[in-house]
DNA sequence: AAGTACCTCAACCGCATTGGG
DNA sequence: GCCCAATGCGGTTGAGGTACT
């Protein structure tokens, strides 16, 4: 790949933005739009490559940007999705108005990392180090062979499927039992509606991006040939129908862009905003965050010192 | 008050992915 | 289907600020 760096050419400026160059940027963007980053330096008179004036723009410039400290819901938000997705700062951040990848991930990296840390707490995969006994066989038990691997990757998707079987069930079931004596699907979920947690945040785009992960990268990483299957072959009916539940904070066209196949659905109690999809994953009970207790033994998620030590002064 | 250590975060770097020709 | 430019993303760096001795 012998593509030559983006600021390869000489005399563009480097290092931070003066308010001067900020200013011309921003004028710039309001006036014309960003269009191509690439140009963009030069129309605006700019001695900074594209990329640069990309990133000054997304994390720092934007008008939508929300600056001052994390509150104790967003480090909450942070911690239950980087258990979820990992280190995927951008899939993190759209669920975080305001919010930028970039200082998320500062963020994770300066606070939150060290947190868990002195919890005892892997970062990385959130759960006690100790790597014999992490048999995190989730409460339900369909963690066995998920929790085998070691790597955060294969972890998280293993702890997504596990859940989400789980979830499946348990709507089944409550499905055969409830639609046996009412036909109203509105007023079903509306009698239970904490029933599909999972099921919700699977089909939004956080479970998106999960379902979105090559097969052959997962096969690479479970090496053994694990029991956990590739959640984008065996949810494929349940995605079929409820897909439509993607969208994100970054605009509703840009999520039905990219998954136009999935809006002609619209059979949907569960097509509601991601917002209050993933409101319902925020405001899952502890209890049952079954698919997380493997992870974080006898820890709660969210214990005191987590969420309290979030108004404490940082160390 | 001065020196040092530590912390934060804006910005850079380089790889991966996407999309147009 | 291939190539290449453009863009997106995550990891890392380092300057500046703050706390500590």
């Not at 998620?301 to 979030?310: A, Q």
């Amino acid at each position: 790949m012998g593509r030559a760096p983006c600021c390869e050419k000489q005399g563009l400026k480097k290092g931070p933005w003066s308010p001067e160059e900020d200013e011309i940027l921003v004028q710039y963007i309001n006036k014309n739009g960003h269009g191509s980053w690439r140009s963009l330096p030069k129309l605006a008179g700019l001695l900074r490559c594209g990329k640069s004036c990309r990133l000054r723009w997304t994390n720092y410039l934007r008008p939508d940007i929300k600056r001052g400290p994390f509150t104790p819901d967003e480090e909450k938000t942070i911690i239950q999705f980087h258990g979820i997705l990992g280190n995927r700062w951008s899939s993190i951040a759209s669920q975080l108005p305001g919010r930028t990848d970039n200082e998320i991930k500062n963020f994770w990296n300066t606070h939150l990392k060290k947190r868990l840390v002195r919890m005892g707490l892997d970062p990385a995969t959130h759960a006690p180090p100790s790597p014999s006994s992490a048999p995190a066989a989730a409460a339900g038990g369909g963690g066995g062979g998920a929790t085998s691997s070691s790597l955060p990757s294969t972890r998280h998707m293993a702890q997504w499927e596990s859940a989400r079987l789980e979830a499946e069930a348990r709507l089944s079931r409550e499905s055969l039992l409830f639609f046996s004596t009412q036909s109203d699907a509105a007023a079903a979920a509306a009698a239970k509606p904490e029933s599909d947690y999972f099921l919700r945040m699977w089909n939004s785009d956080v479970g998106e991006s999960f379902r979105k992960i090559p097969a052959a990268a997962v096969k690479a990483e479970e090496g053994e040939g694990e029991a956990a299957s590739s959640p984008a072959t065996s949810s494929t009916a349940m995605a079929a129908t409820a897909a439509s539940t993607v969208t994100s904070e970054r605009g509703g066209s840009e999520a039905e862009a990219a998954h136009p196949e999935s809006d002609s659905s619209s059979s949907n109690e569960m097509d509601e905003s991601s917002e209050s999809s993933l409101q319902l994953l925020l405001d899952f009970p502890a209890d049952d965050m079954g698919f997380f207790q493997g992870q974080v033994g006898n820890f709660p998620l969210f214990s005191d010192e987590l969420t309290v030590s979030s108004s404490i002064k940082y160390e």
